[in-house]
């Protein structure tokens, strides 16, 4: 009974605990059913959500498709229309030409019937004048008519030719003897000197050893001379000379005296070197002011500001085809002063002109550039009056002078620049130029030989008499002047004379 007893308790036990598992099992079941019902309504309300956002983006997309669509189709229809507009402005600008030009056609159609009309007259006129004469001197037909015609022709010309001439003539002789009562009184007051730059300057020493002190060990001195001064120095075998090599006349003429100082003191290396450069460059800016103001005050144009001054002084040591800048400029000054004295002008203001037309040079060695461009900057960086800078623009042609000064600037510098000797050139470039002239009358019909003579300066055409008449050898000299001043780069004028002349040439035997 009592292993009855145990053995239904324990059954009953078990049932019990299988109970109990099933209700914590139901439960259990329940709380995930529940959890995961609610995960499955979240996921829902996401995705119904997204699903809501997405459909929204897409119709703002097909809105904005829409809107796109629209504006492409509006502005196709204004290029249309724009176009439309444009035609029909073409059609009434085509038909208004075409009214303009069918009275056009009426007017020349007009015009050749009058035309018409007075080449019958005429031709009418030569029968009854030819057929006069067949019966007065006997003419044939087309003997009478040639006659005429040579007639008319040759009246035709020489009525050309005298009108031509006669003004022509009338200009040349006024503008001639107002030109030379101006160059004389010029040159009567004034003769300007010329002195040719070279590009070495020579050193005399007072022995050969100063040779070796100048080169110094392993050559320190006259590498640290050279780097310093800006030029070449050349030591050879010519005994007790050294020389002294550079295009920049102004360094050269430091150089020179530096080296001087250097072997008057006898002590020459590299630190001497510099200190004694420092003082000689001291001693050149004095110097150039002192020329440069000495020239204001016998000139009368002192006072000028202090920088213009200098580079006026600087002037010296600067060379334009070996003609001295400094000398140059003076010979312009006064030269233009006489001219606009003459002329009724303000002496003062052309001597100011003058003496400041090329102050740019002074600066072109070391900055580079145009020397106009530099002179006016400086000029007007000084207050300096209109007319001197128009005077700088005007004398190589970037300007148009405003002023009897200014002209008598561009005078004075032509006759300065252009005058025998006073500039030298280099023999290839002079070659070429004369060769060009040459070439470009001789590529002319009817020349048959031209000579480039003066210098360069004059150019004679000989043409065929029997092929150019007195008209056609006037119109020649001007087509030659007009062609060389567009074609060949020269200082001062080129005076083209083309000529002429008939030969007769018979023998007595």
Not at 214 to 222: A, S
Not at 458 to 482: C, F, G, H, T
Request: aromatic content about 4%; charged content about 30%.
């Amino acid at each position: 009974m009592l292993g009855i007893s145990i053995a239904t308790s324990a059954v009953a036990g078990v049932a019990i605990g299988i109970g109990l598992s099933y209700v914590w099992l139901s439960k259990s079941m329940k709380k995930n059913f529940i959890h995961l019902e609610r995960e499955a309504r979240a996921k829902a309300n996401a995705i119904e959500k997204e699903s809501a956002l997405l459909l929204k983006a897409s119709e703002i997309q097909i809105k904005e498709h829409r809107i796109e669509q629209e504006v492409q189709i509006q502005a196709r229809i204004a290029k249309v229309e724009e176009r439309n507009r444009a035609l029909i402005l073409q059609s009434k600008e085509m038909t208004t030409k075409e009214k303009s030009l069918k009275r056009l056609e009426l007017e020349v159609r007009e015009e050749e019937k009058n035309i018409q009309e007075l080449e019958e007259q005429k031709k009418e006129e030569i029968a009854l004048v030819v057929d006069a004469m067949q019966n007065i001197a006997s003419f044939t037909k087309e003997e009478a008519k040639a006659y005429i015609l040579d007639k008319v022709e040759a009246q035709s010309r020489a009525d050309v030719a005298s009108i031509v001439r006669k003004y022509e003539q009338e200009a040349k002789i006024e503008g001639q003897r107002k030109a030379n009562y101006i160059l004389a009184q010029a040159t009567t007051r004034f003769a300007g000197e010329f002195a040719g730059e070279r590009l070495i300057n020579f050193i005399n020493l007072p022995s050969d050893e100063h040779k070796g002190r100048i080169i110094g060990k392993e050559g320190r001195n006259i590498k640290s001379l050279e780097m310093l001064l800006g030029v070449d120095i050349v030591i050879d075998e010519t005994p007790g000379v050294i020389l002294v090599s550079s295009f920049n006349l102004y360094r050269r003429a430091i150089a020179t005296r530096v080296i001087e100082v250097l072997i008057e003191d006898g002590r020459i290396h590299p630190g001497r070197i510099e200190e004694v450069h420092e003082k000689v460059l001291e001693e050149f800016e004095d110097k150039t002011y002192t020329e440069g103001e000495d020239i204001l005050i016998e000139l009368g144009l002192f006072p000028m500001a202090e920088e213009l001054v200098q580079l006026l002084g600087r002037m010296k040591y600067r060379a334009s085809y070996g003609q001295n800048a400094l000398a140059h400029t003076l010979e312009v000054a006064k030269l233009a002063g006489v001219m606009a004295a003459e002329m009724g002008g303000d002496e003062k203001l052309a001597l100011r002109a003058g003496i400041l037309h090329d102050i740019g040079k002074a600066l072109t060695q070391d900055r580079g550039g145009s020397h106009v461009d530099i002179g006016v900057e400086l000029c007007r960086k000084h207050g300096e009056h209109p007319t001197v800078i128009n005077a700088i623009y005007a004398h190589h042609g970037h300007e148009e002078p405003d002023s009897v000064e200014s002209a008598a600037v561009c005078s004075a510098d032509k006759l300065s620049a252009a005058r025998p000797g006073a500039r030298r050139e280099v023999q290839e470039t002079f070659t070429k130029r004369v060769k060009e002239l040459e070439s470009i009358a001789t590529s002319r019909s009817y020349v048959t030989k031209a000579y480039a003579i003066n210098a360069g300066r004059e150019i004679r055409v000989i043409v065929n008499a029997k092929k150019m008449s007195d008209n056609e050898a006037v119109l020649l000299s001007k087509e030659i002047a007009k062609e060389i001043q567009s074609k060949v780069q020269y200082p001062g004028d080129i005076k083209v004379n083309v000529i002429r002349e008939m030969r007769a040439t018979s023998y007595a035997k």
